[in-house]
């Protein structure tokens, strides 16, 4: 249950504070001493009160004026380790859901009743349904292929296929954002998701998954429930994922070159392929990166108050994460929810569509709910824990594990910087002025280090953030059919 709650306190991290009607807590309630509960009810209303004094102060820290800003930011992150040190006191229940709901539902229980993260009790939403079965749905044929990676992980990928009886163009391969899966790329559905224009003009489209989320959870002897399976982040994405997928792409179609579109992490693990990699910047004929995340120093929103938990001797200011999934599925206190989730507040339970200041204006309610109902599909802590030691050091460059790890794994006492002037794969790029994670200032650090960067495409709309690359009404007209241009040139 514990990492649900995480994701909540992501989502409200990430999100405008205007948002939401919260009471304020004074300040005395941020130095209450948290006891160990006796019993579930107890647990349950700690971890309520916790997240409540968690909230109320990030509220706060917002309206801080420059004076009060440093004091505002010291009972912020107080608020906020004490919220993460309660909910460890919380006990996971791992199971099925269902049964689970009827233990806390039906059992007559004294306490807090708990609710499925994705529960359509809560939301009223359609039932979840699978990448193959939505492409299925909106009418055009799907293949599900498994790929194995060098170091064991069994990668899925969704193929959507051209109409019968055409014959399809160059190969293009999809790579979700953080927390995401292939899923993400089709909520806009028939006619305007990007893998479906692309299917519809000719393109053999295959969509992705990396490791670690709801399709790419297996490996030869490592158990997901094993805390080493999830010792990987977006660099593992880069030099085990992508190789295996193109190399199986390739021999699939017989074609010698493929294209490649990634929307956020898709852009970072990418650049860390062809950095680290550098003869699959011959494979891939071009490469389209729609806000990607590379260098991540003017990263915007209050994701920078992270940095401030991060030890760079052993992340141990950043222990409460735990070492494994970040997002897997669990149960929520129900006041959590009627207090801070109702109507359009609902979205404060998806830790992605907030998460950077984007889709609250422009994603539509038919869209929302596949978004409740999909996502996130789940990554490992080790990932965002990599993106934060980015933001806090200004560069690309791998997983820092303190110095004394530094020199063991890598022979020096700071982790490597990804060599990017490797990269020549010809290069598009989208951004947004409206966008939090992949800022304006950061991209142009990035865009001078590379080789072959033909287009730069700044999207002019009002509150066009991270995600609404995938689920804005408005990405097919500002993004997608800029995006097959580029394919056909």
Request: net charge neutral; charged share 20%.
């Amino acid at each position: 249950m514990w990492a649900l709650v995480i994701s909540s306190i992501f989502v409200i991290i990430f999100s405008p504070m205007s948002n939401f009607n919260v009471m304020c807590l004074n300040d005395s309630e941020l130095t209450m001493d948290f006891i160990e509960p006796r019993s579930r009810a107890q647990r349950e209303n700690s971890v309520f009160d916790a997240f409540h004094s968690f909230f109320s102060n990030l509220k706060s820290f917002f309206g801080a004026k420059p004076k009060g800003f440093e004091e505002k930011k010291k009972r912020v992150k107080s608020a906020f380790t004490k919220f993460f040190e309660e909910i460890n006191k919380t006990p996971s229940q791992p199971g099925d859901p269902r049964a689970l709901e009827a233990q806390y539902f039906g059992s007559g229980a004294a306490g807090p009743r708990l609710r499925n993260f994705y529960s359509r009790r809560v939301f009223n939403i359609k039932p979840e349904t699978s990448a193959d079965q939505l492409i299925t749905a909106h009418g055009y044929r799907v293949e599900s292929h498994t790929v194995l990676t060098a170091d064991g992980y069994m990668i899925t990928m969704q193929r959507v296929l051209p109409e019968s009886g055409k014959i399809p163009k160059r190969a293009v391969l999809l790579n979700h954002g953080l927390f995401g899966c292939a899923e993400d790329w089709l909520f806009l559905g028939r006619d305007r998701a990007l893998p479906y224009m692309l299917a519809d003009t000719g393109y053999d489209v295959w969509l992705l998954n990396a490791r670690g989320n709801r399709y790419s959870r297996m490996h030869t002897n490592k158990s997901k429930e094993r805390t080493d399976f999830w010792d990987f982040s977006f660099h593992e994405m880069g030099v085990y994922d992508l190789p295996a997928v193109i190399t199986y792409i390739s021999e699939i179609t017989n074609k010698a070159e493929l294209n490649y579109v990634g929307h956020s992490m898709g852009g970072t693990a990418l650049l860390v392929l062809l950095s680290r990699i550098p003869e699959y910047n011959f494979i891939l004929r071009s490469a389209i990166l729609l806000a990607p995340l590379v260098f991540m120093y003017h990263v915007k929103g209050p994701i920078r108050l992270l940095t401030d938990f991060y030890n760079r001797n052993g992340q141990s200011s950043l222990n409460f994460l735990g070492q494994t999934d970040f997002l897997p599925d669990g149960l929520f206190p129900e006041q959590i929810v009627e207090r801070y989730c109702k109507g359009e507040e609902r979205l404060c339970l998806n830790p992605l569509l907030l998460l950077a200041n984007g889709g609250r204006e422009l994603v539509s309610e038919e869209i929302i709910e596949n978004i409740l109902s999909h996502t996130p599909a789940g990554g490992s802590v080790k990932t965002i824990i990599h993106y934060v030691q980015l933001v806090k050091s200004g560069y690309f460059q791998m997983y820092d594990y303190g110095a004394s790890n530094n020199i063991r794994k890598y022979g020096n006492s700071t982790a490597p910087f990804y060599d990017l002037t490797k990269v020549t794969v010809p290069m598009a790029f989208f951004s947004s002025p409206a966008d939090w994670l992949s800022t304006r200032s950061d991209l142009q650090t990035l865009i001078p280090l590379l080789q072959d960067v033909n287009v730069h495409h700044v999207v002019k709309a009002n509150e066009f953030g991270h995600l609404d690359f995938l689920w804005s009404e408005d990405a097919p007209d500002l993004v997608y059919n800029f995006v097959l241009t580029i394919l056909d040139q």
